[in-house]
């Protein structure tokens, strides 16, 4: 076939074969290749390339890179705004809260369309990632330390140097956090913070000082409100834990509670409240001064009333189910992110009456009602600070 055929023949189907379906398109390329004897690759290119002047059909230029699969206005609006009222959790806990907060999202006024949420239901954490990278903010404050060793009354308090491996709620962590803005002189608030192994149920309260009393006194409250019993009680080797009147406490009951101390100076022995200090605590309230007594009230009404809601039954975690080397490197392994909520319901330990009780609470809340609400009182709360 000489050249100039081969040229009529090509301008008489580029036309076609612009206007064709991906079916069509494939028999006229096949066709094409046949009889002019190009390379497949090739074939396309020209088909493609710019037609000639007298050509009315141009060929639509494709932007280059992946198609925008959820680039919708309303899926960017929902993944920014629930990113930020779960105060900017990961990827793969922020794909478990989508689930989650549907419901709730409905009342906004920037509702998702159908299509919206079945993408949302496909989403991938990578591609949370890649929405959120230009929203995201790095942390990297450091606080201080205010835990001194006990006295005598450290050799009845075992130390125990493996972490808690219980499957059963009740076995807690504990610790203190201080709100001294960077100065340990004077009095000043303390932050009592509590976390279920099991679980990962979470709870808080304020104290001024850290007095033993005030400490127990917090302690008590804390117990009277868990939604299970204390098992296991381990904290670090401060005085505010390792005192006559908490080990009475713990010791002195018809079912005496475990109680044990991490190694003097070695957080990870108590890595699982740690964490919690940071992700809780330190991002809601940050680094601030509290040296006013009348902020104790308000502190613990925020814990009590909203935060402790907020975290314990819309804020998913994961939990670490293994770990090995491989050579310089640590490679973990974790559960699908859950709530404490749902880890509670989904225990064989919690009592049937507690199930209920839970799901009619769970029934009555709202993440972005609390979420607000939660906003309007830390800024109450710092602007008195």
């Known amino acids: 076939m000489s050249s100039k055929a081969k040229r009529e023949y090509f301008e008489s189907i580029q036309e076609r074969y612009i206007k064709s379906n991906k079916e069509e398109k494939k028999k006229i390329l096949d066709e094409f290749c046949r009889i002019c004897d190009y390379n497949r690759k090739y074939a396309i290119r020209k088909l493609r390339s710019l037609p000639s002047k007298g050509n009315k059909y141009p060929l639509k230029k494709r932007k280059r890179g992946p198609r925008v699969k959820y680039g919708s206005k309303g899926i960017l609006e929902f993944i920014k705004t629930t990113w930020v009222c779960t105060n900017l959790i990961c990827s793969k806990r922020l794909k478990a809260v989508i689930l989650i907060w549907f419901p709730w999202y409905r009342e906004r006024e920037n509702a998702l369309t159908e299509k919206d949420k079945n993408l949302l239901k496909e989403i991938s954490p990578s591609t949370i990632d890649r929405i959120l990278k230009k929203y995201r903010r790095r942390f990297g404050k450091q606080g201080l330390s205010t835990t001194k060793p ?118 990870n022995d108590n890595a699982h409240i740690e964490e919690k200090n ?58 699908k992110p859950k709530t404490p909520y749902h880890r509670l319901i989904e225990s064989k330990f919690t009592s049937k009456e507690t199930k209920l009780n839970l799901k009619k609470q769970f029934e009555k809340l709202n993440p972005y009602k609390l979420q607000k609400t939660i906003r309007m009182k830390i800024s109450n709360i710092l602007d008195l600070a």
């Open 150 to 267: 006990g006295s005598l009354i450290r050799e009845y308090v075992p130390i125990k140097t493996e972490q808690w491996d219980e499957k059963r709620p009740g076995f807690v962590e504990a610790d203190t956090l201080a709100h001294c803005g960077g100065s340990l002189s004077g009095t000043f608030i303390y932050s009592v913070n509590l976390v279920d192994i099991a679980t990962g149920w979470t709870s808080q309260r304020a104290v001024w000082g850290k007095g033993e009393y005030n400490v127990l006194q917090a302690i008590k409250s804390i117990e009277e409100e868990l939604p299970f019993k204390i098992l296991g009680f381990d904290s670090d080797n401060g005085n505010e834990f390792l005192n006559w009147r908490l080990l009475k406490y713990f010791k002195k009951r018809k079912r005496p509670v475990s109680y044990t101390r991490s190694r003097p100076y070695k957080k």
């Open 278 to 335: 940071w992700t809780i605590i330190r991002q809601y309230l940050d680094y601030k001064r509290f040296d006013k007594f009348g902020l104790v009230s308000l502190i613990n009404d925020l814990y009590s009333k909203h935060l402790n809601f907020f975290i314990n039954f819309f804020i998913p975690s994961v939990k670490l189910i293994d770990k090995q080397r491989v050579g310089s490197k640590i490679i973990k392994w974790h559960d």
